[in-house]
């Protein structure tokens, strides 16, 4: 089975039970919706993407699924996003049928991350986001933005997960 591409980043800094890292820019799919929970989001959100990059866009191109999947959960929006294999980019990917999907290149970003493992649900999202927000104010880091959910692995991987929670930071170079 080939090994699936993985978002990159650089470890800026590492503590304990966090990091920080810098994201470069990278191309995402994203679709944004009405949700207020992981349950909610995750198995709609995925199957729009889904069917994107399975041949749902204009020129009915399979895309390889990278990892991780981006959610930002809140109780106003939520989004979902796929980032694209790099051989893409705002130009060169197929638009997507759904038009409810949107496609954009994110800024550089630095970010602070909490990996845990198992599988993700609503109560583990929260208490490791609490728990990175605890370790940041300790730490006198200033963090901006939603705290958001990155997943690694396919719903049938039911050993090593990976999932984290990340947060804007302040950072300086």
């Known amino acids: 089975m080939a090994k699936t591409e993985t978002q990159p980043y650089q470890v800026i800094k590492k503590e304990k039970d966090f ?3 810098r994201y470069p820019p990278a191309t995402m799919a994203t679709v944004s919706m009405d949700a207020k929970s992981y349950r909610e989001l995750s198995s709609t959100g995925f199957r ?3 069917s994107f990059i399975f041949g749902g866009n204009k ?34 990917l197929p638009k997507p ?19 845990f493992g198992g599988f993700a649900n609503d109560e583990e999202i929260k208490k490791y986001a609490t728990q990175l927000e605890n370790d940041l104010k300790a730490n006198g880091i200033e963090y901006f933005g939603n705290f958001r959910f990155l997943g690694y692995n396919a719903p049938y991987q039911l050993l090593d997960r990976r999932n984290e929670i990340i947060v804007s930071v302040r950072w300086e170079k």
């Open 97 to 115: 049928d759904n038009s409810d999907i949107k496609i954009e290149t994110t800024a550089e970003e630095y970010v602070a991350a909490i990996q």
């Open 59 to 92: 020129s009915k191109k399979n895309i390889a699924m990278t990892s991780p999947v981006h959610m930002d959960i809140n109780s106003t929006q939520s989004s979902m996003s796929f980032v694209m294999p790099s051989e893409y980019n705002k130009d060169n």
């Open 48 to 50: 729009k993407l889904a």
């Open 19 to 21: 990091e920080i890292r």
